[in-house]
């Protein structure tokens, strides 16, 4: 017989576990390749402290060829598939076109920016989906202190040291809360703003920060938040961004050069292309993740309309457990089709959830146990130290020595406003 090719793309947290857990399963007795624009694994839940210049941007990352060295990587970015010919096509770095043929496809593409027709946002925001705007981020916010302190106008430096987050899910707390803790460094630094605090806002149209999680979780973030003094704003968003601000939907207006911009994902729109089903903009799968009518074909993660069967008639959430959780499946479903194992119908109960919110501050409900301050700090933690696939002794020790030693406060300059728009889908933003 022949040897299975196996084709994986996209190596965010459904791709890559797709990836490993196949690698183990096989051991050599499939060719396994993996599509991705980048050599690694994103590890997204971090990213928060990346700009806050506690962890370095490496620690973040999972190295593929390190990890799984049984994986053949090829880096490129997908721009279509073949279901017929069962041939994939992708674009190199060098601007080639290639493509390879498959024997099981797993389409892992993940999820971008969530963009609405609010006049401006595109061209004054940016996203929060990967290394590059993590970067940018932190940059930015040290230049716009750099440049109040070199201005004796106080409207100038009002506007230069607000800081707008559109979105308090997730990754919209988590900026925020880390953001603030990172101003106050900075401000700290500057003597001569001594009488100019930085600002920060936090909206959401929701009626809670952390809308989609337990409201324990949402009760203590929004506590802490407060608390540090970011301006919590419910019920309320963006109208229109300018270059001056933001005006808001409840009529405020809002002097700032700073708009984050996390309102959620929606998934790649490579998968528009595939011409298959698709339910709320993800690809229909049946509950073992097979697409209907190519049982060859498997999806999983965000890009996914997996059935949740714990909840029936709904989906399951675009979270980094479910697409972790249905990499793995999808491995054990396609080894499955080859004889090893029987194939299973997905099903998983979410196990909680961890939000960091910096400093000794995080809420976590481990297993539905409600935890805040502290003993949620070391639950999310080991948490975030368990999930990483590598990095972990180096992220531990930089969470050492953050605590003993001042974080780093100079630009770096790599990375220009002109290299992360929201608009367009960066290398990270595809592998999520």
Request: glycine share 10%.
């Amino acid at each position: 017989m022949t040897t299975p090719r196996i084709v994986i793309i996209g190596a965010g947290f459904a791709g890559y576990h797709a990836a490993r857990a196949l690698s183990r399963l096989g051991r050599g007795r499939a060719d396994l390749t993996v599509i991705n624009p980048t050599d690694y694994f994103l590890y997204l839940p971090l990213l928060p402290e990346v700009t806050a210049g506690l962890l370095e941007p490496r620690r973040v990352t999972v190295s593929i060829p390190r990890t799984l060295p049984d994986v053949r990587l090829v880096l490129g970015v997908v721009d279509g598939v073949d279901l017929d010919h069962r041939q994939v096509r992708w674009v190199d770095p060098d601007g080639r076109h290639r493509q390879t043929g498959y024997d099981r496809l797993v389409i892992a593409v993940g999820s971008v920016n969530k963009l609405l027709p609010i006049p401006g946002v595109c061209e004054y925001a940016h996203g929060f989906r990967g290394i590059p705007e993590a970067l940018y981020l932190r940059d930015h916010m040290m230049r716009q202190f750099e440049l109040a302190d070199d201005s004796d106008d106080p409207a100038e430096r009002a506007s230069r040291l607000t800081f707008v987050v559109v979105g308090a899910g997730y990754t919209g707390t988590e900026v925020a809360a880390q953001g603030v803790l990172y101003t106050d460094l900075l401000h700290s630094q500057h003597p001569r703003l001594a009488d100019q605090r930085p600002r920060w806002l936090l909206l959401d149209l929701a009626k809670r920060v952390l809308p989609g999680l337990d409201e324990r979780l949402s009760v203590v973030a929004d506590r802490v938040l407060r608390w540090r003094g970011v301006d919590v704003r419910t019920g309320v968003s963006v109208k229109e961004a300018t270059h001056d601000g933001v005006r808001l939907t409840d009529g405020d207006f809002v002097a700032t050069r700073s708009l984050v911009w996390c309102v959620g994902v929606r998934p790649d729109p490579l998968v528009d292309s595939f011409g298959l089903e698709t339910v709320k903009g993800r690809l229909a799968v049946d509950e073992y993740l097979t697409v209907p009518g190519h049982p060859e074909v498997y999806a999983c993660g965000d890009a996914a309309a997996a059935p949740d069967l714990t909840r029936p008639g709904e989906l399951t959430a675009m979270t980094a457990q479910h697409a972790e959780r249905q990499g793995e499946h999808v491995a054990h479903n396609i080894a499955a089709s080859y004889g090893q194992g029987r194939r299973r119908p997905y099903k998983h109960h979410d196990l909680g959830f961890v939000v960091d919110l910096g400093g000794t501050q995080a809420a976590a409900n481990p297993l539905g146990m409600p935890l805040s301050g502290l003993p949620a700090k070391a639950v999310t933690r080991g948490y975030h130290l368990l999930s990483l696939s590598g990095n972990r002794t180096r992220t531990a020790v930089d969470w050492v020595l953050d605590a003993a030693l001042p974080r780093p406060t100079t630009q770096l300059g790599l990375v220009p406003p002109s290299a992360v728009p929201l608009e367009t889908t960066s290398p990270e933003m595809i592998t999520t």
